[in-house]
């Protein structure tokens, strides 16, 4: 469903994803690591075609993201780190405009936000401007524009952060659940959550995927990512960018 083939993005003379490849098939949640500036995010862009890539490609059910954009985008439900913006308007306006940005119209429209609204538990705040949001709300309202369009493929950028314990359980509950029909790629620093929730971990350092293996093949024998995550990212200085 998700395809990712030696993507390449430099900025300037700094290389952020470097080579990277892998698949994700429906069905999957595969964990995307690495310590900051490791080029997670930036991957997720690519994919998504929110940024182009210099070198390889990335597919979405079989469609090209640059060559075949729209269809490609069509499928996928996007949650951008540290999502904001949109300040005036109120949680269902932005709902709305996320809708028929996705030419979603009408009764068709409403049914897709009560929906989404249901299931990241955001009717009470569906009147709030975005503006008034705290944090973990605003989190609530950026995941379900994601899932408007009940796409094929996911692809959460540090979905629960700023998300309180129990709207972390109910959206990893959610995240398990979308699996059954949906491709799933999700970012996180949270290692137990990776464990909780990843058939898959591909850890990735310095833009480039060191591990790709099924989640167990990486536990300790307490059942923790740590020490396999330590070893394969410890030695890495932290990326802040630019050239070395
Ligand atoms: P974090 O865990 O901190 O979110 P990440 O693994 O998601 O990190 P990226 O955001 O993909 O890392 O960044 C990878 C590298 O590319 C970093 O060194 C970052 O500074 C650099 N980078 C990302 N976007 C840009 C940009 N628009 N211009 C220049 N450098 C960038």
Redesign the pocket.
């Known amino acids: 469903m998700i395809k990712a083939e030696k993507l390449v993005k430099r900025?300037?003379r700094?290389t952020?994803?470097d080579g990277v490849s892998f698949r994700v098939s429906s069905g999957q949640i595969v964990g995307l690591l690495?310590?900051?500036?490791?080029?997670?995010?930036?991957?997720?862009?690519l994919l998504t075609g929110y940024l182009s890539a210099d070198q390889g490609t990335a597919r979405v059910g079989g469609f090209d993201i640059t060559a075949n954009r729209d269809a490609a985008q069509r499928l996928i439900g996007y949650l951008p780190?540290s999502a904001g913006g949109f300040p005036q308007i109120t949680v269902r306006e932005f709902l709305a405009f996320a809708g028929e940005a996705r030419n979603i119209w009408g009764a068709e429209l409403r049914d897709a936000i009560d929906r989404v609204s249901e299931m990241v538990d955001l009717n009470s705040a569906l009147h709030r401007r975005m503006s008034e949001l705290s944090k973990g709300w605003r989190q609530r309202a950026w995941f379900a524009q994601a899932l408007l369009h009940d796409p094929s493929a996911l692809i959460l950028?540090?979905p629960t952060d700023g998300l309180d314990p129990n709207q972390k359980d109910r959206a990893r509950a959610l995240i398990r659940d979308a699996a059954k029909d949906k491709a799933i790629i999700l970012?996180t620093?949270i290692l137990e959550e990776a464990e909780e929730l990843c058939d898959r971990v591909i850890v990735?350092d310095h833009?480039r995927v060191v591990r790709d293996l099924p989640c167990q093949d990486l536990l300790d024998e307490r059942g923790r990512l740590a020490p396999a995550f330590r070893q394969l990212t410890g030695g890495s200085a932290e990326?802040?960018?630019?050239n070395p």
């Open positions: 900025f300037g700094f952020a994803v690495g310590a900051n500036g490791a080029g997670k995010s930036t991957t997720m862009r780190e950028d540090e970012s620093h990735i833009g990326r802040p960018g630019g």
